[in-house]
């Protein structure tokens, strides 16, 4: 038993103290080893579930935001953010929680109609030949880019249309 163990059996009446186990040196070492390995793994586990708590909340964001958005998309009117005469009353309550998203960090980026550069971190799911195209443009969003307080949460998808010839 180690000093604090005997020390802690001095707090207790004599007839209650336990005593000293008559285990040697090495089993002692044994038992500590043991018991910093299972520390050890312990630490690893909670840090393990603090990263999967990110990623879970990342898949989450990812998941509303393009749910938002393409609600968003089915309620405006074409090339517009006004709301359809139909949606209108519904549309507040969505704007309200892509409100609360953004004070929260969360910023959702169509690319539609946007230039294209091949730099661009968007991923172009098809080169589509577009008549009346002079350079390379988002025609269309498959799914937005999310970020969160900076941090990419999701790639956007897209289709680049490209000038014919």
């Known amino acids: 038993m ?4 005997r020390f802690r059996q001095m707090l207790f009446p004599r007839e209650f103290r336990i005593p000293a186990t008559p ?4 089993v002692v070492a044994q038992f500590e080893r043991v018991a910093q390995l ?7 586990l909670a840090q393990c579930r603090e990263s999967d708590s990110a990623a879970d ?3 989450f964001l ?10 968003r998309q089915k309620m405006t009117q074409p090339g517009t953010n006004m709301p359809l005469e139909e949606m209108r009353r519904a549309y507040r309550h969505l704007e309200s929680v892509w409100d609360t998203l ?6 959702i980026y169509d690319h539609t109609g946007e230039n294209f550069d091949a730099g661009r971190s968007i991923k172009v799911l ?6 009346g195209l002079r350079r390379e443009r988002v025609t269309e969003t498959i799914k937005p880019t999310i970020y969160a307080k900076d941090d ?3 790639m956007g998808e897209v289709i680049v249309g490209t000038p014919e010839n």
Do not use: C, H
Not at 126 to 131: F, G, R, V
């Open 2 to 5: 180690n000093t604090s163990g």
């Open 126 to 131: 098809a080169y589509q030949p577009t008549p």
């Open 152 to 154: 990419l949460v999701q």
């Open 23 to 26: 285990w040697d040196a090495d």
């Open 57 to 59: 909340r990342r898949a």
């Open 62 to 71: 990812a998941e509303i935001g393009t749910g938002l958005w393409r609600l």
């Open 102 to 107: 953004e004070k929260d960090g969360v910023k």
């Open 38 to 44: 299972i520390t050890d793994r312990a630490r690893e």
